[in-house]
C-alpha cells in the first residue's frame, strides 16, 4: 500500500510526503535532486535518487516498495523558461511521465495522480475558470503538462487504473509547523522572490509587466497554500482509491490577487520595504488565472485551512527567515 512520489524531495511534493507521513502511509521519493533536496525529504522516508524516466529503476521502486499509488510532482516547472527551452521542457515533463505511466501499467498501479496546471487553460476564457474552459497553453509548459493529461485520460482507458490530474493554480507557503517550505535555489515564484527581497537576499523585485488588461495592470493570479495543496492530494487519493473514477480538478481558491496586491501584503506582514522597479513583461504570462474550484469542493469534500493572502504570505517569510538564518550561521 505504497504511495510512491515522484519530486517528493521539492517544495510541493515535500508537503505531501509530510502529509502522507503524518496520516500514517507509507511513502517512497524518487526524486533526480535538480532542484529538490536531500534534506527536503524525512530520514524515516525512504529516497530512491534517480529519473522518473528511467523505466528500469521505476520497475524496480514499484516492486521493491509495493507500490500501489503514485504521486507525480517530478517536472520542470518554470514558464517563461519553458519558452526558451520548449524541447527540454517536453521531455522532463512529457516524455518523461509518458515512462512513468508505463511503468505504473506494467506494475499494476492502480492509482495514478497528477501535478496539472492553470497554464493548460487559454486566454480569454470565462473567469473563474472551470475545469470545462478551452484547454489551449500560452506557454510550452502549459502544453506539456496538456499533453500528460490526455496520455493519462487514453492510458486510463485503455489499461484499467484510475487518475486524478489537479491543476494547481498558484502555489505558495509553507508548513504551518516549519518543517517545509519552498528551498528552490533560482526561484522565480512572486512570494518566494518577495520574501527573499524581505530577507536581504535580493536586493529588489521586478514586476514584469504592469500593462495588462487587469485593474491595476498586473497579473492576476490565484495563490493556493500548499498545505491546502497537499490536504487535496490526499482527498484524491482516497477517491481513487474508493470509486476508481477519474478525476480533473483545478486547486486554487477561486479569488485572484494581483502583482502590487502580493507585494502590498509581503510589505505589511513582513513589516519591511523594499526596492520594486517596473519592468518589461515576462514571455509566456496570461493576464489573469483564477480558478473555479467548485469540483473539487463537491467531488472531494476539499475545505482549504489557509484561505487568506496574508496568512499564506507569513508562513512563506516565517520559512524564509528559517532558512537564511541557517545559511547566516553555516
Ligand atoms: N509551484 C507551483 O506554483 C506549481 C503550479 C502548478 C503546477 N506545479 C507542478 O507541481 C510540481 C511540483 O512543483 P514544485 O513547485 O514543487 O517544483 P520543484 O522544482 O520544487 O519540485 C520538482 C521536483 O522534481 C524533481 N525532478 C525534476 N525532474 C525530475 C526527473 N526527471 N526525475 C526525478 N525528479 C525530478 C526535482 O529535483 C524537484 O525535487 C511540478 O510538476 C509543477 O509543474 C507547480
Ligand atoms: O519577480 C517576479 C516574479 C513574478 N512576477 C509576476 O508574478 C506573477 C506570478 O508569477 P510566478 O509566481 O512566477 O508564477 P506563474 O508564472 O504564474 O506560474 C506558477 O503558477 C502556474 C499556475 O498558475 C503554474 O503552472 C506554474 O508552474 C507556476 O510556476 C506573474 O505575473 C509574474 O510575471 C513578477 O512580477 N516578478
Known amino acids: 500500500m505504497t504511495v510512491l512520489v515522484t519530486g517528493g ?3 510541493i511534493g515535500s508537503h505531501m ?17 535538480s532542484t529538490g533536496s536531500r534534506a527536503a525529504v524525512p530520514s524515516t522516508v ?4 534517480g529519473c522518473c524516466g528511467d523505466e528500469g529503476l521505476l520497475d524496480d521502486v514499484i516492486r521493491d516498495h509495493g507500490v500501489t499509488a503514485i504521486v507525480h510532482f517530478a517536472g520542470s516547472i518554470v514558464v517563461p523558461d519553458s519558452v526558451t527551452d520548449p524541447l527540454g521542457y517536453y521531455l522532463n515533463n512529457t516524455v518523461r511521465s509518458r515512462a512513468l505511466i508505463a511503468a505504473a501499467v506494467r506494475g499494476g498501479v492502480k492509482s495514478f495522480v497528477f501535478s496539472s496546471t492553470a497554464a493548460v487553460y487559454g486566454e480569454g476564457a470565462a473567469e473563474p475558470l472551470r ?6 497553453p500560452v506557454s510550452p509548459y502549459g502544453a506539456s503538462k496538456l499533453m500528460t493529461e490526455r496520455m493519462l485520460s487514453d492510458a486510463s482507458r485503455a489499461h484499467g487504473f484510475a487518475y486524478a490530474a ?3 493554480f498558484n502555489v505558495a507557503g509553507a508548513d504551518p509547523a516549519g518543517r517545509a517550505g519552498q528551498s528552490t535555489p533560482r526561484a522565480t ?3 518566494k522572490v518577495a520574501a527573499e527581497a524581505v530577507t536581504g537576499k535580493r536586493d529588489r523585485l521586478q514586476i514584469f509587466g504592469d500593462d495588462y488588461p487587469t485593474p491595476d495592470g498586473t497579473c492576476v493570479r490565484d495563490y493556493i497554500h500548499v498545505s491546502d495543496l497537499a490536504k487535496a492530494h490526499v482527498l484524491a487519493l482516497d477517491h481513487l482509491a474508493r470509486t476508481g473514477e477519474n478525476l480533473v480538478a483545478n486547486c486554487g481558491y477561486g479569488r485572484g490577487a494581483s502583482v502590487l496586491e502580493v507585494i502590498e501584503s509581503v510589505k505589511r506582514v513582513s513589516g519591511v520595504d523594499f526596492p520594486v522597479e517596473r519592468a518589461p513583461r515576462r514571455p509566456g504570462d496570461p493576464a489573469l488565472l483564477v480558478a473555479d474550484p467548485a469540483r473539487a469542493r463537491t467531488t472531494l469534500g476539499w475545505r482549504p485551512d489557509y484561505d487568506d493572502l496574508d496568512t499564506i504570505v507569513g508562513h512563506a517569510l516565517a520559512w524564509e527567515r528559517k532558512i537564511a538564518a541557517r545559511a547566516a550561521a553555516e
Not at 510526503?17 to 535532486?33: E, F, G, I, K, T
Not at 525512504?46 to 535518487?49: A, E, N, T
Open 166 to 168: 489537479l491543476r494547481y
Open 189 to 191: 515564484h512572486l512570494i
Open 17 to 33: 510526503v509530510l502529509a502522507l507521513s503524518d496520516a500514517r502511509r507509507p511513502v517512497v521519493v524518487l526524486d533526480d535532486l
Open 46 to 49: 525512504p529516497l530512491v535518487q
Open 131 to 136: 475545469e470545462t474552459a478551452a484547454l489551449d
Open 9 to 11: 524531495a521539492g517544495y
